[in-house]
């Protein structure tokens, strides 16, 4: 199994950018497919970028679509989700999540699909 812990959430103002990233340990972290997902209080939690094992399959939500890029590293066990053009409705917590797969470039945006979660960060955007 793996273990996840985010950092880099923090209060931005409209139109800014913030940089999560996502440590994994206790796995090869090559064999997961990661994934972001954000919950705003009183909302359901919700798909907002994953990445396949492979480092160039990504998909992403309709409203975080070209403001958002997903990425990972390897070697350092990382993902990281680099937001841009910040939106008051970006305001949630953002978890990062994983599930092992067989295959290097598919990916899902089913959250029930993810088997590990971690703790989540708080990114919150102000007007």
């Known amino acids: 199994q793996v273990h996840l812990v985010e950092s880099g959430g923090g209060l931005v103002q409209a139109g800014g950018s913030l940089r999560l990233s996502c440590t994994a340990s206790?796995?090869?972290?090559?064999?997961?497919?990661m994934g972001w997902f954000r919950q705003a209080p009183g909302k359901e939690r919700e798909f907002v970028s994953t990445i396949a094992r492979s480092l160039t399959s990504t998909g992403y939500a309709d409203s975080v679509k070209g403001r958002f890029t997903i990425s990972r590293d390897n070697t350092k066990n990382t993902v990281t989700l680099q937001m841009n053009k910040l939106k008051p409705e970006d305001t949630a917590t953002y978890y990062c999540?994983?599930?092992?797969?067989?295959?290097?470039?598919?990916?899902?945006?089913?959250?029930?699909?993810?088997?590990?979660w971690g703790q989540g960060t708080q990114v919150t955007v102000s007007s």
């Open positions: 206790g796995d090869t972290f090559s064999s997961y497919v």
């Open positions: 999540a994983a599930y092992r797969s067989y295959y290097p470039t598919t990916y899902t945006s089913a959250s029930d699909r993810y088997d590990y």
